[in-house]
């Protein structure tokens, strides 16, 4: 797991969040993956490129769950160099071997229709070019419900983990296999 705030369990337990929820659901039916969570709250799709070779090289992953841009996004940095980033990154987990899994994220309206539409456009473009598998919006099933969401109204409260996790399960389970 290579992402931000949003799968470091930001302002939650560790184990509240939707990834260490994945790693028991994973355990429950039977596979035999042990997830890695490299996701630290704040990170940039810059500072994710930064690090990825040596996350890679590290733990030598079967599947990369990519969780970036967010920050970026909130930051209003150039869409094209969020794109450019991400694109490397699907690139270097390819070429490890690994599988890749995409995670995209919206922006709240404030940003304005044409840079949030550009923004939530690059995911679904990036993963047809590099040819991986896709979550369109990790917060689908969370961002306008309040009672799933933190007090911030960005991160998922304890009781919307569950649902992020339901949102990325069946675009994952194409990817695993038993272990």
């Known amino acids: 797991m290579f992402g931000d705030s949003l799968s470091a369990a930001y302002?939650?337990?560790?184990?509240?969040?939707?990834?260490?929820?994945?790693?028991?659901?994973?355990?429950?039916?039977?596979y035999g993956y042990h997830i890695v969570n490299a996701s630290i709250s704040g990170e940039t799709s810059s500072g994710g490129l930064a690090r990825l070779p040596r996350a890679l090289a590290l733990n030598k992953p079967a599947i990369v769950i990519l969780e970036l841009?967010?920050?970026?996004?909130?930051r209003g940095l150039p869409v094209a160099t969020t794109r450019a980033n991400l694109a490397r990154m699907l690139a270097l987990i390819t070429q490890s071997g690994a599988k890749a899994l995409l995670l995209g994220i919206r922006l709240p309206p404030n940003y304005g229709p044409r840079y949030g539409h550009e923004f939530a456009a690059m995911y679904g473009e990036l993963a047809a070019e590099r040819r991986v598998g896709l979550v369109p919006f990790l917060l689908e099933r969370v961002a306008l419900n309040a009672d799933l969401m933190q007090a911030d109204g960005l991160h998922p409260a304890e009781a919307g983990e569950p649902q992020v996790l339901d949102t990325v399960?069946?675009?994952l389970m194409p990817l695993l296999e038993r272990r």
Not at 12 to 27: F, H
Not at 69 to 74: E, K, Q, T
């Open 11 to 30: 302002g939650l337990k560790p184990e509240q969040g939707w990834v260490a929820l994945l790693e028991k659901r994973l355990q429950m039916q039977g």
């Open 69 to 74: 841009g967010a920050n970026d996004g909130l």
């Open 169 to 171: 399960w069946p675009l």
